[in-house]
């Protein structure tokens, strides 16, 4: 078998350039690639509810805002399975079983799980759903033999307890399952993108995000606005580039042919910052140039959402056919799970036949 790729994301409100740089780009390299059996992306709203759960309005809503980022961004529906978590009951009998292989314990040390209970206060009243997303999480990708999964680095501690929870039930009911592993961004500062405010995550929360779908005025009012040196007052006094978040942007995003077309007076971002560093250059220089390399980014992708917002019914087919694709894999899995553990009472014929002999001799 070749490999099954899966990942996701939580549909808690539109994407943003932290997604797209930490796995959204990658998956569509991928999947143009070609160089796997399978790729499935998920809308995991059934786990979006562990901490939404008294608004499933929200999560009603930004479900198409997911699937319209995804869609614009060029993940193609004949190429990849894009499907919705909660119309797939198999995830959920999955968990559950899933839930006899985990200590409380290990689960209440996940890095993930600790910091995201900090971040929403949870820690006087922690929903159990929330606590068990990580096993949850297990379920998504082991139910679809899922062998690579792109994610951000914040995540890897999530596909540790995936293969804990493989490892665990091959060991007790026979090799059902493959250990899966992480696949990162080849940047490494994609990997956490940080806020245009200078926090070190950019985070719908914390409203520091540019997003996929911002209008072109919507990005030059956040780049202007950007964190730079607080020390660089005058354009003539030398400036850093280290935590300067313009610099940060412009590592990740620009080349050396943004700068023939927009700032010829510079060959390559090495020179534009060597002069920043040496004085001479102005803040509101770097952050146009900027606007203008991240508007070649996001242009397309802004007018391919425009499409989709006007063709939503194409949306919905594309969830609702993705959905019974991936149904209908999990069937298959969860049968060969059952089976494993002894519970396919109804199809074991051979534990029928015992029970036939033991009470009719």
């Known amino acids: 078998m070749g490999d099954i790729i899966l990942t996701g994301d939580r549909p808690t409100g539109r994407l943003h350039l932290g997604h797209y740089v930490g796995s959204l780009k990658n998956r569509v390299k991928m999947q143009n690639e070609g160089n796997f059996d399978k790729m499935y992306v998920m809308i995991a709203d059934s786990q979006a509810l562990t901490d939404n759960f008294d608004n499933p309005a929200k999560i009603r809503e930004n479900l198409i805002e997911v699937a319209l980022d995804y869609l614009s961004v060029g993940l193609d529906p004949e190429k990849v399975t894009i499907f919705v978590q909660s119309q797939i009951e198999q995830l959920t009998e999955l968990t559950f079983y899933y839930l006899n292989l985990v200590t409380l314990s290990r689960l209440e040390r996940n890095p993930t799980v600790k910091s995201e209970i900090k971040l929403r206060n949870f820690e006087t009243s922690l929903p159990a759903g929330f606590l068990i997303y990580p096993v949850s999480q297990a379920a998504d990708i082991l139910l679809f033999d899922a062998n690579i999964v792109p994610v951000g680095e914040d995540q890897e501690p999530m596909l540790e307890q995936a293969r804990e929870i493989a490892r665990s039930f091959n060991n007790i009911y026979g090799q059902v399952f493959i250990e899966p592993k992480a696949v990162l961004p080849d940047q490494k500062i994609a990997r956490r993108m940080p806020g245009i405010d200078g926090a070190a995550k950019m985070s719908k929360s914390l409203s520091n995000a540019i997003y996929l779908a911002d209008t072109k005025a919507d990005v030059k009012k956040k780049v202007m606005s ?118 396919d009472y109804f199809n074991d014929r051979k534990l029928i036949a015992e029970i036939e002999k033991k009470y009719q001799g």
């Open 226 to 343: 950007m964190y730079t040196d607080p020390d660089h007052i005058n354009i003539d006094d030398p400036g850093k580039v280290e935590g300067n978040i313009v610099f940060t942007y412009l590592d990740v995003f620009s080349n050396d042919s943004h700068f023939e077309k927009y700032l010829p007076e510079y060959k390559n971002l090495d020179e534009l910052k060597a002069h920043y560093q040496r004085g001479g250059l102005g803040d509101v220089k770097c952050k146009k140039f900027l606007i203008k390399v991240l508007e070649e980014e996001l242009a397309p992708i802004r007018e391919k959402r425009a499409y989709y917002e006007q063709h939503l019914d194409e949306v919905f087919d594309i969830l609702k056919k993705g959905s019974e694709e991936a149904r209908s894999k999990g069937s298959e899995k969860l049968n060969q799970v059952k089976a494993a553990m002894g519970i």
